[in-house]
């Protein structure tokens, strides 16, 4: 019988108007792996033929759904092609940074990811991401939290990552240094672009709960305020 391997390479990019969207994605594709290394865990092909996901687990478990189906779809197609799924890569930036880590953790120790989902439902709204509070400062950036708002510690800091042998530390001091007044005044400034991304990911999302359903009319009115489109007409 025919053997074969789908090797997954996942590339998660996006900011929070996606994060949902993305998370649901690699939810899946995490119970697809996880069906699929449960049904080649059984050795005897006899048994594997007629074996069910929910035999396996709690079947009140919410966490289980769709890896029940992935499992009988991947079970009946083996009558002909035993196929397995890996997952080889897993990369992303922004929120779909967040959902590639927590899918790579969970792939590793068989972990769930409903927890990501209320992150993302409970803190990850436009309106929380926009809100006065939720304002940018430079006690907030903590990535930048060692160089300590210094150009000196910054400088000292690039210094250090261009000799540490590291090749990923030495690409991103060198691309630090290439635009660095723009990396002073991240350091330096309490300001950020945050505010910008923030009205983008409103854009998107009102964008996206309207699509096919209406015009450009309703998208202005829902994104600009009232008074601003009577002196836009004015």
């Given at each position: 019988?025919?053997?074969?391997?789908?090797?997954?390479?996942?590339?998660?990019?996006?900011?929070?108007?996606?994060?949902?969207?993305?998370?649901?994605?690699?939810?899946?594709?995490?119970?697809?792996?996880?069906?699929?290394?449960?049904?080649?865990?059984?050795?005897?092909?006899?048994?594997?033929?007629?074996?069910?996901?929910l035999d396996k687990v709690d079947r009140?478990?919410?966490?289980?759904?769709?890896?029940?189906?992935?499992?009988?779809?991947?079970?009946?197609?083996?009558?002909?092609?035993?196929?397995?799924?890996?997952?080889?890569?897993?990369?992303?930036?922004?929120?779909?940074?967040?959902?590639?880590?927590?899918?790579?953790?969970?792939?590793?120790?068989?972990?769930?990811?409903?927890?990501?989902?209320?992150?993302?439902?409970?803190?990850?709204?436009?309106?929380?991401?926009?809100?006065?509070?939720?304002?940018?400062?430079?006690?907030?950036?903590?990535?930048?939290?060692?160089?300590?708002?210094?150009?000196?510690?910054?400088?000292?800091?690039?210094?250090?990552?261009?000799?540490?042998?590291?090749?990923?530390?030495?690409?991103?001091?060198?691309?630090?240094?290439?635009?660095?007044?723009?990396?002073?005044?991240?350091?330096?400034?309490?300001?950020?672009?945050?505010?910008?991304?923030?009205?983008?990911?409103?854009?998107?999302?009102?964008?996206?709960?309207?699509?096919?359903?209406?015009?450009?009319?309703?998208?202005?009115?829902?994104?600009?305020?009232?008074?601003?489109?009577?002196?836009?007409?004015?």
């Amino acid at each position: 019988m025919k053997e074969k391997e789908l090797r997954i390479a996942l590339v998660c990019f996006g900011g929070a108007s996606l994060a949902v969207y993305m998370h649901g994605i690699s939810k899946e594709i995490l119970k697809l792996v996880r069906a699929s290394s449960m049904l080649h865990s059984i050795v005897d092909r006899a048994e594997r033929s007629k074996a069910s996901f929910l035999d396996k687990v709690d079947r009140k478990d919410s966490e289980y759904d769709t890896d029940a189906i992935y499992f009988e779809f991947l079970r009946d197609i083996g009558r002909t092609l035993e196929l397995r799924v890996i997952v080889d890569i897993v990369a992303g930036a922004s929120a779909g940074g967040i959902n590639g880590t927590m899918l790579a953790r969970a792939l590793s120790h068989d972990l769930p990811m409903g927890a990501l989902r209320d992150l993302w439902l409970d803190h990850a709204d436009v309106s929380d991401l926009l809100a006065p509070h939720a304002r940018a400062r430079a006690g907030s950036k903590l990535v930048l939290k060692p160089v300590g708002g210094s150009i000196e510690k910054l400088d000292a800091w690039l210094h250090d990552a261009q000799l540490s042998g590291i090749y990923a530390m030495q690409r991103f001091a060198r691309a630090a240094r290439q635009d660095i007044d723009a990396v002073l005044n991240a350091v330096l400034e309490p300001w950020s672009n945050g505010q910008t991304e923030g009205q983008i990911n409103r854009l998107k999302a009102i964008k996206r709960a309207m699509y096919g359903r209406a015009g450009i009319e309703l998208l202005r009115a829902r994104m600009i305020p009232l008074y601003q489109v009577d002196l836009h007409q004015e």
